[in-house]
């Protein structure tokens, strides 16, 4: 009996020594939070959420871990909103904006790398870059391409990623490039003695770039008094064309007939008076209702000049209207084909299928290129085919309510009415890569499945298989996630659900916020992304 009763007392001891302290979890956890609040004092968000949410792992219920976690996800969160605002603000070249937008950033995450990198201009090269922009524009304006390039180009010193200075700079060496191309030309028909055709492509040349040096003393040589008069006739013809692009008639037929008067034998104002003259004649038969006639003038001004847009524009309209034209004599009222879909689809959505019929066939003749219209016939067509009861209206979804339909069955793991949805998904819109994809997964797992009936557990949306991707990307030394799908999709805001799609479908990326050199990331098609993060893009 004392041999029992030593053993058991030795058992409770034995027991009590090897306990394990309830209080080691609540240490640990302080002692991560403590290095949370480090990091935070430091201005190092991204780092103390790491030690915050490790402290939340460690004792989930402690109040302040869980107050710690999501204060700071909410600021990072803030200060991802004011980068994507900042970064939006620079591409419109809006720097005093962007400026604010970054230091919004930085007051709730002190040490953002992209938001330290963006602002790191000066004041004063903030002042000196926009004067520049400024400055350029108005040599621009004023048809002064090398002072102008010659201003952006010190913009884009100061601000070599600002997507504005280059696209001005490409801009104009766009047509610089067309203008020189043209110089060429004229010298190789002087060369041959076409003085005519000669003289046409060095006024081309100064309707691209108007201070080209050599084109002016090629015109002066060629039988202008002056410099100064070449100017003023190369200020007429660009006036001149202007207005005419501007279907401004009047005005373009005064500036080209002074172009006339300044240098008679100017090619290019001579085309122009005999264009704009034909493409009145053509307006005023078309008014009239004359469409043969007016399709005569407007067919004369491209023998004039074949690449001449409003001509060409002209002569399809009139062939419209002669094509569906009943009754050529009397004036008729006739829809656009855009108007006609319009009004195709409405009767669609009404369920009244036979008009809708009738628009896109409508269409269809106006157009017969329509892909349109002919989607539009094929699928009424085949709605009326399987109606039971046509004389009674039938609610009919979009093709993007049936996908979104079928997710959320897929999701409850109901994979019949998730087929019914992708398959009339598709039925609707035949070409629908979703719906494929949607009735290609759920035929799989209706395969793969052991009882059917029973629940089983699904992925959600931000944790299916990767899908096709749009494009692979090397990260480069400073990258962030959000900088790059900021720049990749053109986000106006930060979007958790896209950062997390990302995430899923990269296995080397743990945290959206930490992304080493050289790693290579699959970023998602953007119809893939308006199905996980709808309303997001």
Not at 23 to 49: C, H
Not at 196 to 202: E, G, S, T
Not at 224 to 242: A, C, H, P
Not at 432 to 446: F, H, M, P, Y
Request: proline share 4%; hydrophobic share 35%.
């Amino acid at each position: 009996m004392k041999l029992i009763f030593i053993t058991i007392v030795l058992f409770i001891i034995g027991g009590l020594l090897f306990l394990p302290d309830i209080s080691q979890s609540d240490d640990l956890a302080q002692s991560f939070l403590k290095n949370g609040r480090e990091e935070e004092d430091r201005g190092n968000m991204a780092e103390a959420l790491k030690h915050y949410e490790t402290a939340y792992d460690v004792d989930p219920l402690d109040q302040e871990v869980n107050e710690s976690v999501q204060r700071t996800k909410e600021k990072i969160k803030l200060a991802e909103e004011w980068y994507f605002k900042g970064m939006k603000f620079r591409r419109e070249g809006n720097e005093s904006e962007a400026v604010k937008a970054f230091d919004k950033t930085l007051g709730y995450w002190p040490n953002h790398p992209g938001a330290k990198e963006e602002k790191g201009q000066s004041e004063e090269e903030r002042e000196l870059f926009e004067r520049h922009m400024k400055n350029g524009k108005k040599y621009e304006e004023e048809r002064k391409l090398d002072e102008a390039i010659e201003q952006y180009k010190y913009a884009e010193d100061i601000d070599p990623r600002n997507e504005m200075v280059a696209e001005s700079i490409q801009r104009i060496e766009r047509n610089k490039q067309i203008a020189e191309k043209y110089f060429e030309e004229g010298q190789k028909l002087r060369d041959a003695k076409n003085e005519d055709d000669a003289r046409l492509k060095f006024e081309e040349v100064l309707m691209h770039w108007p201070n080209h040096s050599k084109a002016v003393h090629m015109l002066s040589s060629m039988g202008m008094n002056s410099d100064e008069e070449v100017k003023f006739l190369q200020e007429l013809l660009i006036k001149g064309r202007e207005f005419e692009n501007q279907r401004n008639l009047e005005e373009a037929l005064v500036q080209y007939e002074l172009a006339l008067e300044v240098d008679a034998n100017s090619q290019l104002a001579d085309k122009g008076s005999r264009r704009v003259e034909l493409l009145k004649k053509g307006l005023e038969f078309e008014n009239q209702n004359n469409l043969k006639e007016a399709l005569e003038q407007y067919e004369s001004v491209l023998k004039v000049d074949t690449n001449s847009q409003l001509a060409k524009e002209d002569v399809r309209r009139v062939k419209e209207q002669l094509d569906i034209q009943v009754e050529p004599d009397e004036p008729i009222e006739t829809a656009s084909p855009s108007e006609l879909l319009k009004k195709g689809l409405e009767f669609e959505n009404q369920n009244n299928l036979k008009e809708a019929l009738e628009q896109y066939e409508s269409a269809l003749k106006v157009d017969t290129n329509s892909q349109l219209a002919k989607e539009g016939v094929r699928r009424v067509k085949e709605q009326l085919e399987t109606l039971v009861e046509p004389d009674e209206p039938i609610e009919t979804a979009s093709p993007s309510e049936l996908l979104k339909k079928g997710l959320e069955f897929e999701n409850q793991n109901n994979l019949k009415e998730a087929l019914e949805q992708y398959e009339s998904a598709l039925k609707v819109d035949t070409n629908s890569q979703l719906a494929k994809e949607g009735v290609r997964r759920v035929k799989e797992q209706l395969e793969t499945s052991v009882e059917p009936d029973e629940p089983i557990e699904t992925a959600s949306p931000s944790e299916m298989p990767p899908q096709p991707a749009g494009l692979m990307y090397i990260v480069k030394k400073g990258d962030k996630l959000s900088k790059i799908a900021s720049e990749y999709y053109e986000l106006e805001k930060y979007s958790s659900c896209i950062m997390n799609a990302i995430k899923n479908i990269n296995e080397n990326i743990e945290n959206i916020n930490n992304l080493e050199v050289d790693w290579e990331i699959r970023l998602p098609s953007g119809e893939r992304l308006s199905v996980l993060c709808p309303g997001e893009l």
